[in-house]
């Protein structure tokens, strides 16, 4: 598993500026949720780990290895479009909606990284599918379509997806934002899992019950920047910035 290290990042959007000299340290294995209200930048800096956002000052870390940047003698130098597709693969991230193919059975989304771009051959990627299948508890679904399956069956096909890359990193931005009441759980079930399997994750949620459960720590943003950050238990009963006490408090009534 990685580890994910934040250095002063900053991130504008034109003259719009949504991250302020973030740093942060995620050990490997570790489960940090990421709490705040809208626009405090969580899904930007999740964006940003992974390549989606490209930032516009600072520097991010995925284990040892630098994001976007090589030194190049005392200089950085950006990566190219290849290298950085590499680093994109050890990669895992789920959005709120499912982004699976509507014209791909279960089975062939989830084949579907592995065999274009892993070059994993197809035997081999069918039946790690299944596996995965087993494990977010569709394997019976893998002939279906994403329009036959509910909202929740969509995001733990999603979450199977993004495991069949064997990363080791997993990035979930707001997964269960989209989705049902009633299907919550399934889809959190399935991270639970993940988490007490030792697999780094970032999570961007409201779920305050879920973080508190799953999360080593969660961090509180608010306009750009990390406010408050410690162990889930503490920061979610006893939070020590009066921002952050304001959030949770609307969130749970």
């Not at 040892?64 to 200089?75: F, M, S, Y």
């Not at 909606?97 to 274009?116: A, C, S, W, Y």
């Not at 509910?150 to 990363?167: D, K």
Request: proline content about 4%; some cysteine; aromatic content about 6%.
């Amino acid at each position: 598993m990685y580890s994910v290290t934040y250095q002063n990042v900053n991130k504008h959007f034109g003259d719009h500026q949504v991250l302020f000299d973030v740093s942060l340290d995620v050990a490997a294995g570790e489960v940090v949720c990421l709490i705040g209200p809208s626009g405090s930048g969580k899904t930007t800096l999740l964006r940003c780990a992974n390549q989606l956002e490209e930032i516009s000052s600072g520097l991010i870390w995925i284990g040892d290895e630098l994001i976007g940047v090589k030194q190049a003698g005392d200089r950085l130098e950006v990566l190219s479009e290849r290298e950085k597709a590499r680093q994109r693969q050890s990669i895992g991230m789920v959005f709120q909606r499912f982004n699976l193919f509507p014209h791909m059975t279960v089975l062939q989304n989830i084949i579907e990284g592995p065999t274009r771009v892993g070059r994993v051959k197809r035997d081999a990627a069918e039946a790690q599918a299944m596996s995965l299948l087993e494990r977010v508890g569709l394997r019976s679904k893998s002939g279906a379509y994403p329009a036959h399956l509910s909202g929740g069956q969509q995001q733990r096909v999603a979450i199977a997806r993004a495991l069949a890359m064997n990363p080791s990193l997993m990035l979930f931005d707001e997964p269960t934002s989209a989705l049902d009441p009633e299907l919550v759980g399934e889809v959190l079930e399935v991270m639970r899992e993940l988490a007490s399997a030792g697999m780094t994750m970032m999570v961007v949620t409201h779920e305050l019950g879920f973080a508190r459960e799953v999360a080593d720590r969660v961090v509180f943003m608010d306009q750009g920047r990390v406010l408050e950050s410690g162990p889930a238990e503490k920061v979610l009963t006893q939070p020590a910035d009066p921002r952050c006490q304001a959030f949770i408090e609307r969130v749970l009534h």
